[in-house]
Antibody, heavy 126, light 113 residues
Framework: QVQLQESGPRLVKPSQTLSLTCIVS??????????WSWIRQPAGKGLEWIGR???????NYNPSVKSRVTISIDTSKNQFSLKLTSVTAADTALYYC??????????????????WGQGTLVTVSS | DIVMTQSPDSLAVSLGERASINCRSS????????????LAWYQQKPGQPPKLLIY???TRESGVPDRFSGSGSGTDFTLTISSLQAEDVAVYYC?????????FGQGTKLEIK
């Protein structure tokens, strides 16, 4: 059973960098079949897809944060990370990591997010 | 970006009755080469992450009760709960994964009448 667990500081000051890590257990992050994603949810609001990374390090980002975001992968630790620079109060949210299908035997076939972490609340405040 | 619009924003249905939630995309999410609609439905209960219910618009995720079904194609989709149970109270989201950035509907809050 695949499990994902977010970790990182819960409080970040405005203009600083938000850094989170997602530890994956029960499966290899290098399986080649999946994308590893970050999704956030402001309190009481809907879901925003931030971006994703493949085991090769290939990434896709949401243009809404593209200039500030970096998603990286550490295959030796079976984890991937999110960095968001120059944060403001608008970045306060519950941050989820998730796994989504990316490939099957025929090639590229993106899919829905089937495994999610429990989420971690990050507050941007001085 | 593809804009996903759900209706209604909230819905109250009696136990045992049918509940239907609609989702419309601003452009088609049907990929003609494989005839798949890149559309998923998620259920989110308070304090929990979203749970995948339906993918490819109509395929139930393993373990999801068969009272949940998805239908539609192209730009118009529906999630139907055939007989509402108390444990189905939640917020439901549709999501397109046809192209990045993947986008979600604004959510539909389902309650018991």
């Amino acid at each position: 059973q695949v499990q994902l667990q977010e970790s990182g500081p819960r409080l970040v000051k405005p203009s600083q960098t938000l850094s989170l890590t997602c530890i994956v257990s029960g499966g290899s992050i290098t399986s080649g079949l999946y994308y590893w994603s970050w999704i956030r949810q402001p309190a009481g609001k809907g879901l925003e897809w931030i971006g994703r990374i493949y085991s090769t390090g290939s990434t896709n980002y949401n243009p809404s944060v593209k200039s500030r975001v970096t998603i990286s992968i550490d295959t030796s630790k079976n984890q991937f990370s999110l960095k968001l620079t120059s944060v403001t109060a608008a970045d306060t949210a519950l941050y989820y990591c998730a796994r989504a299908d990316g490939f099957d035997s025929s090639g590229y076939l993106p899919g829905a997010a089937d495994y999610w972490g429990q989420g971690t609340l990050v507050t941007v405040s001085s | 970006d593809i804009v996903m619009t759900q209706s209604p924003d909230s819905l109250a249905v009696s136990l045992g009755e049918r509940a239907s939630i609609n989702c419309r995309s601003s452009q088609s999410v049907l990929y003609h080469s494989n005839n798949k609609n890149y559309l998923a439905w998620y259920q989110q209960k308070p304090g929990q992450p979203p749970k995948l219910l339906i993918y490819w618009a109509s395929t139930r995720e393993s373990g999801v009760p068969d009272r949940f079904s998805g239908s539609g194609s192209g730009t118009d989709f529906t999630l139907t709960i055939s007989s509402l149970q108390a444990e189905d109270v939640a917020v439901y989201y549709c999501q397109q994964y046809y192209t990045t950035p993947y986008t979600f509907g604004q959510g539909t809050k389902l309650e018991i009448k």
